[in-house]
């Protein structure tokens, strides 16, 4: 059994920028990015979603992840390796605790790439452990209509996460 999240939550967690770190997570180009999320090992399905962004919204976006983050993880470092930023973090899933290590590449101008790894104890879902790719590319200007925060999921709906996070709902 593959563990999934929700691709609205997966896709804001990753994106956002995780909790809050000393060094500041990198802003993304404004426009619209294609998200691909799956399994590392590219055996499980995967997800993609595209998501139109500008800086406000970019930012707030990094801002609730930080926040979902200092409520639930004990430990947040973030570092600079060779040009790759390192995440480790602890954080508490339900009972469970998840130790995760992520590696991000790119530029976030035109690509970045994460590819994460972590442990479950107890058990989460019936995994002690799960692996996880996240990849990313600015596809250009948002399509007419769209507005910033706007989130087309892998079922063709599509949700603005600013009107989520605010109470107003789904399109």
């Known amino acids: 059994m593959k563990i999934r999240l929700s691709a609205a939550c997966m896709v804001a967690c990753a994106i956002a920028g995780t909790p809050a ?18 399994d590392a090992t ?4 995967g997800h993609t979603v595209q998501q139109c962004i500008d800086a406000a919204s970019d930012k707030a976006l990094r801002d609730m992840g930080q926040g979902m983050g200092k409520d639930m993880c004990a430990r947040q470092d973030l570092r600079i390796e060779g040009g ?8 508490k899933i339900g009972t469970t605790t998840a130790t995760s290590h992520a590696v ?3 530029d976030f101008n035109s690509t970045y790439r994460m590819e ?3 442990t479950y104890s107890p058990p989460l879902m019936g995994r002690t452990e799960g692996t996880s790719v ?3 590319k600015w596809v250009g200007p948002c399509k007419p209509g769209q507005k910033p925060g706007d989130m087309v999921m892998p079922n063709g709906m599509t949700m603005n996460v600013l009107d989520m996070m605010s109470g107003r709902g789904k399109k």
Request: one cysteine or more; glycine letters at 12%; proline letters at 5%.
């Open 21 to 38: 770190f000393a060094i500041d997570y990198p802003a993304r180009k404004p426009g619209l990015w294609e998200i691909q999320t799956g």
């Open 104 to 106: 991000m590449t790119g």
């Open 42 to 45: 590219g055996k499980g399905a």
């Open 116 to 118: 994460s790894k972590s």
């Open 134 to 136: 996240m990849e990313a």
């Open 84 to 91: 790759k930023l390192v995440m480790d973090s602890v954080c």
